[in-house]
Structure formats: C-alpha cells, structure tokens
C-alpha cells in the first residue's frame, strides 16, 4: 500500500531539467508584466522628446557639450521609438 499525498514534498529535490522549466517561466511572466508599461513610457518619451530638441536647436550646436547632448537625446529617442512602436497596438 502507497501513502500519496496531494501535497508536493519539498524535501525532494527537483530535477534540473524542472527547476529550469520553473525559472523560465517565472522569467516569461516578469518580462510579459514589464512590457506594457515599458512600452507606454517608451511611447510617450518619443512622443515628448523632440520638443527638448527645439531649445538645443536654437541656441546652435555650438560647444561640444551641446552637440553631445543633442545626440543623445536624438539616440535616446530612436531608442524610444524602437520600444514603444508597439504600444497600444491590439
């Protein structure tokens, strides 16, 4: 006679192939809940950026600090853009 317990013995270890498994998924969920707000604050940063633009813009890209900081923000809005293109896309 068996004695089964609905009960999972913890005290038995898992094989490596199931603790992988459970690893994979608890990673697909994290990733899966991250997207959509990652997405959102992607999309409305390319929205927001070029009008940080403008003021570099006009004041000239004179100095090297100013240009530096204009291809940055120009990078980070492509960047933007390439996460949030999907945002809201259902």
Same mark, same amino acid.
């Given at each position: 006679?068996?004695?089964?317990?609905?009960?999972?013995?913890?005290?038995?270890?898992?094989?490596?192939?199931?603790?992988?498994?459970?690893?994979?998924?608890?990673?697909?969920?994290?990733?899966?809940?991250?997207?959509?707000?990652?997405? +959102? &604050? @992607?999309?409305?940063? $390319?929205?927001? %950026?070029?009008?940080?633009?403008?003021?570099?813009?006009? =004041?000239?890209?004179?100095?090297?600090?100013?240009?530096?900081? +204009? &291809? @940055?923000?120009?990078? $980070?809005?492509? %960047?933007?853009?390439?996460?949030?293109?999907?945002?809201? =896309?259902?």
């Amino acid at each position: 006679m068996s004695n089964h317990s609905p009960l999972p013995n913890d005290s038995v270890p898992r094989s490596s192939q199931e603790a992988e498994s459970q690893r994979n998924s608890r990673s697909r969920r994290v990733v899966s809940s991250l997207k959509e707000p990652l997405q +959102f &604050l @992607s999309f409305w940063t $390319a929205i927001a %950026l070029p009008f940080v633009h403008v003021p570099l813009l006009l =004041q000239g890209l004179d100095g090297p600090h100013v240009t530096a900081a +204009f &291809l @940055s923000l120009l990078v $980070a809005n492509l %960047l933007a853009l390439y996460v949030g293109h999907e945002y809201n =896309q259902s």
